[in-house]
């Protein structure tokens, strides 16, 4: 949960979620993105946690916690 904090905490756009009569229902948001023209790009998730653990991702955030063998050999 301490992960999903600091993403909250870091993300500087709005995290929508679903609306009834989308045609695509998912959680969205945007991220900063310097090769697009607008600067920014739209990120999704079928629920709020796959798209924080998504910006988690883009964050480099990680949880400690849940960390396998393979990723803190990698680290």
Do not use: C, F
């Not at 959680?27 to 946690?49: A, C, I, L």
Request: proline letters at 4%; glycine letters at 4%; a negative charge.
């Amino acid at each position: 949960m301490k992960m999903i904090e600091e993403v909250k905490e870091i993300h500087k756009y709005k995290i929508t979620p679903p609306s009834e009569n989308a045609k695509d229902p998912r959680w969205q948001t945007h991220v900063e993105d310097n090769e697009k023209q607008s600067g920014r790009k739209k990120v999704k998730g079928n629920t709020e946690n796959e798209l924080l653990l998504k910006l988690a991702e883009h964050y480099g955030i990680t949880d400690e916690e849940n960390l396998t063998m393979n990723d803190m050999y990698e680290k």
